[in-house]
């Protein structure tokens, strides 16, 4: 079920069955108006029409409830991190050596047991090991909650220090739930769709109609336009299968004038002979802005394009080219622009017998007098050159073709991730070069060395490499958002980043260095809505229907069971969620396997429900419970708000003891709002379950 595609089920449905009364049954309307209503006829077409009004209301009663189901926003039931050893504690280091499955992870992501001598590795793991690899990463989901909070703890702002963060769920509902956080928030979206062209291996439906993969695009789109800032840009690949229907889509979401190129990325240099036609070396590599307040693109420089600058002068500005100061329009069409122009060197006025020159008279004085007049090395061009020093010229305009030696190839990228990991792992990944370049891109003048590089395809996380690469190029403080909804995202998207991290160059699954670069990464996995499905239950025994009076049941079953029959289910967010937010679960599926009971992260679901970036994590216990307390900074209309939220089990507690100890050890009234779930006498508290019902129904943004 898309967003887009979804219909009012009801009013199609009753247009259907007007016209099958009036064109297979008789002409309902006339007939009623023409006898007393007590003919067969007419009285069969009644049956048949109050029949099908019921039905129809029940399937419209069902639409409704799944339609709710889909657009609301989606449970975060999983929140971890993996980090480099440089920004772990020193005091967790014994904790991190006890832990086998952590030890295990390493030998099989980082293939510890095929390191040589150059990699300092003795053959087992010990604080010499810890010390010497600032760069392994641990990840907190083989840990236990305590040792999680001990390491939150230890950062005084986790938004600032967080590097990327992963999202393993269905992209359209992971775009909904980071709606709120990330909105006007993205410098630049890249994605490689899925082709539509048939593959069986592709975690996507690859096979669509043109107008069902239109759908399945067009509401992922439209999130993430929300998303992109005014000056932020979008980029997506994709073959001549879809690209002219994904043109024309995305002339609709961010509108035509937005348009910015169509790339042609050479994708390989050798022609496949078993084409029956034509051989594809090349895709569409789409470009769109969301605002014309993007008004100018720039790539770097490069050696090519600074070899014409020399300084055959030596003038202090440094090196310069010149350019034809002769204007290609005639005297006749420029008479403004003619004038007489002396010689320096040899005192000789000049003018061109044909053509008028470039420059005013006015802005000719200023080049004189600012000495931008090259005339030869001995005065003898017939006509000065105007010189354009290196210092002064911006990057280079981008061209529509991308050439495979500046951009890397499909072939580059395979055998890049079978060296990284030892084997083939993924078909048909991006290379990083051609990220990479998009990334070097300025925009109006300014170098994306900060901001978000978001892609919600993340298939093998291609993009999160890439990222990685431009900081560790231009120690630059870009981060990456990567939705990925298939087992990649374990398999081979989330170990990928974990050995980028501890080298940059690998050969046969063994790194060849360890020239790394810290990393905080959070990754999280989000329900799906199939979960939601899964997970509602209609309550039994004494329900409301047993008490109703039986001319009233026909009613209640067409127009209110699922509605209060489901309303403790799980997806709902039943009242007993609050209470014990901790014994919050619900069934979820990975990699379409049943999965036990899951814990539902309620903290982070809320943050992303407030767009909350947050700051510190902190858990203590009082009156024998657990307190996780989070602080917050929330953009409002009225500007920046410092945030505190609270959670804990609510049953007896003894509200005065907890206000004293809370206010005292968080400074409660130090915050411009404080959330608690449930009742409290907390400084400034505020329940925040009415905030969160109210964020989780809201309707996806997708005008």
Aim: charged share 30%.
């Amino acid at each position: 079920m898309d967003y887009f595609v979804h219909k009012n089920l009801q009013k199609f449905l009753e247009g259907e069955l007007k016209f099958f009364l009036q064109n297979e049954v008789l002409d309902v309307d006339e007939l009623i108006k023409a006898n007393d209503g007590s003919s067969p006829p007419v009285l069969r077409a009644r049956t048949v029409r109050d029949i099908a009004e019921r039905i129809i209301s029940f399937l419209a009663q069902i639409e409704d409830f799944q339609k709710r189901l889909f657009e609301k926003k989606k449970f975060v039931v999983q929140t971890d991190y993996m980090v480099t050893l440089d920004q772990v504690p020193d005091d967790l280091y014994d904790e991190i050596l006890e832990n086998d499955e952590q030890l295990e992870q390493w030998r099989d992501v980082y293939n510890t047991d095929q390191w040589d001598t150059d990699l300092k590795w003795q053959g087992e793991f010990d604080q010499t090991f810890l010390n010497n690899h600032p760069y392994v990463m641990i990840d907190t989901a083989l840990f236990d909650d305590e040792f999680k909070f001990k390491l939150l703890s230890d950062f005084d702002d986790i938004e600032e220090v967080t590097d990327g963060v992963l999202v393993n769920g269905e992209n359209f509902q992971s775009l909904n739930l980071i709606s709120e956080k990330y909105q006007n928030e993205v410098d630049c979206v890249f994605i490689d769709p899925p082709y539509n062209t048939g593959g069986r291996d592709f975690i996507y439906k690859d096979r669509y109609q043109h107008s069902s993969w239109l759908s399945m695009m067009a509401d992922r789109l439209a999130l993430a336009k929300n998303l992109i800032s005014d000056e932020g840009a979008f980029f997506a690949t994709i073959d001549d299968n879809e690209k002219t229907n994904l043109t024309q889509l995305c002339d609709l979401v961010f509108g035509s004038s937005n348009f910015v190129a169509d790339i042609a990325w050479e994708k390989r240099y050798t022609r496949s002979n078993n084409a029956k036609m034509f051989s594809s070396v090349k895709d569409g590599l789409l470009c769109y802005r969301t605002t014309d307040k993007l008004s100018l693109l720039r790539e770097p420089r490069t050696e090519d394009s600074d070899s014409i600058y020399s300084n055959p002068d030596d003038d202090p500005r440094g090196e310069w080219t010149s350019v034809s100061y002769v204007n290609p329009a005639s005297k006749e069409d420029r008479p403004n622009l003619v004038y007489s122009i002396e010689n320096p060197i040899t005192g000789k006025e000049v003018t061109h017998p044909t053509n008028a020159w470039k420059y005013s008279p006015e802005t000719h004085s200023e080049h004189v007098e600012e000495d931008r007049l090259y005339w030869g090395e001995d005065g003898d061009y017939e006509y000065p050159r105007l010189k354009r020093f290196l210092s002064e010229v911006g990057g280079l305009v981008p061209v529509d073709i991308w050439d495979y030696e500046k951009t890397g190839t499909t072939d580059e990228a395979s055998i890049a991730l079978g060296h990284m990991f030892g084997e083939k792992v993924f078909d048909n990944p991006k290379p990083t070069r051609l990220i990479e370049r998009i990334g070097r891109i300025k925009y109006n003048g300014n170098k994306l060395e900060q901001g978000y590089f978001l892609d919600f395809f993340a298939g093998s996380g291609t993009t999160g490499q890439a990222v990685m690469n431009l900081n560790r190029e231009d120690n630059g403080n870009r981060k990456y958002l990567l939705v990925e909804m298939g087992q990649y995202f374990d398999s081979v998207l989330r170990p990928r980043l974990q050995k980028t991290a501890f080298s940059n160059e690998w050969s046969e699954g063994v790194p060849e260095n360890r020239d790394g670069q810290p990393q905080f990464i959070k990754y999280h996995r989000v329900e799906s809505y199939e979960d939601s499905l899964n997970n509602i239950v209609l309550s039994k025994g004494q329900s409301r229907q047993q008490a109703l009076p039986i001319e009233e049941l026909n009613d209640y079953v067409e127009s209110y069971l699922l509605e209060f029959e489901s309303e403790e289910s799980g997806p709902l967010l039943p009242e007993s969620a609050f209470s014990d937010p901790d014994g919050f679960e619900l069934k979820i599926e990975q990699n379409g396997a049943s999965r036990e009971p899951t814990t539902v992260d309620l903290v982070e679901t809320f943050h992303y429900l407030i767009g909350a970036n947050v700051t510190q994590y902190w858990s203590a216990i009082h009156q024998d419970r657990k307190y996780v307390v989070t602080e917050c900074d929330v953009d409002t209309e009225s500007g920046v708000e410092t945030v505190l939220t609270a959670w804990r089990r609510t049953e007896d507690i003894n509200y005065e003891e907890e206000k004293t100890w809370f206010d005292d050890e968080f400074d409660s009234e130090s915050y411009d709002r404080v959330y608690v779930n449930g009742e409290s006498q907390i400084a400034q508290a505020e329940p925040l379950e009415i905030t969160f019902r109210e964020k989780m129904e809201e309707s996806p943004n997708v005008a």
